[in-house]
């Protein structure tokens, strides 16, 4: 079943057409907003700060997404703030349902992200852009339970490289993200942080891809590496998306995405639906 907050997001949006966002970047330019809170794609966070401000200007954005496996259910709901196309604050609750075994996991995660370099479109060079991500979990009984060897909280630091090249293939705007992470996080950090086979940070990388079918509609892939530190054979993750971004007031994104094994259990897919709103 379809997130209920998800269609009151979307109805909100919709109804909303009275909000106009700023007119400084190009449509789609603002990104999507990846599942931990931070502007960018679906699992991986870019080096776009979130909404359409420009220099001069602010904005705020509020998301919903979902994501439905076999096993499991992920709900994140967040708000974002991006500020003189400088600086993004962000705020995100995820809840992961165990749906086969009853109850839930939930975490708060708090980040902050600012642009070192560059213009996602107009630079030679990709834009750059250095994030912190900090992972706070409210239900640490299964991390505690699976060898966490920390389950109150965790941070993540990354570094994100994002370019658009305008009419790169066959007249169609070509994006691509690299991301660099810093992690200790066991599945998002709700399984807890490093484990029975490692305790320190490693850095994973993550990467995104896509091709714009027209200026509303986008295509793409994503990869993510995940680190393995419990002994549960955590997985990889990437996903295939299509976007659709009919104005600069909200955006909608369907992904297949194939997360592995999570918490011992393989072969986790299923449907990723996510919605972003721009207030302003």
Known sequence: MINRRLILSFLWCVFSASVVADEGKLLATAGLTQLEGAGGGGIVPWATISGYETQDSYSGSVFSTQV??????????????????????SYAKQTFDLTSLGGHISQDIYGIKTRLYGDLVYSKMPQLSIGLQYKELEDTAIAQLVGANKIESGVDLYL???????GAIAGHNLVWNLTARATKANQ?????????????????????????????????????????????GEDDWKDFFITYVPNKNFNLTLAWADLGSIAGIPKQDGVYLSLTGYLW
């Open 160 to 166: 994100a490289a994002t370019k658009v090249h305008l």
């Open 188 to 232: 998002l950090g709700l399984l807890g942080f490093g484990g029975v086979i490692n305790n320190d940070y490693e850095i994973m990388l993550e990467f995104s891809a896509g091709v714009f079918l027209s200026r509303k509609f986008a295509l793409g892939i994503e990869y993510r590496e995940k680190p393995d530190n419990l002994g549960l």
């Open 68 to 89: 439905s496996l076999d096993d499991y259910k992920m709900n994140m709901t967040g708000v974002s703030l991006g500020i003189y196309d400088r600086v993004e604050l």
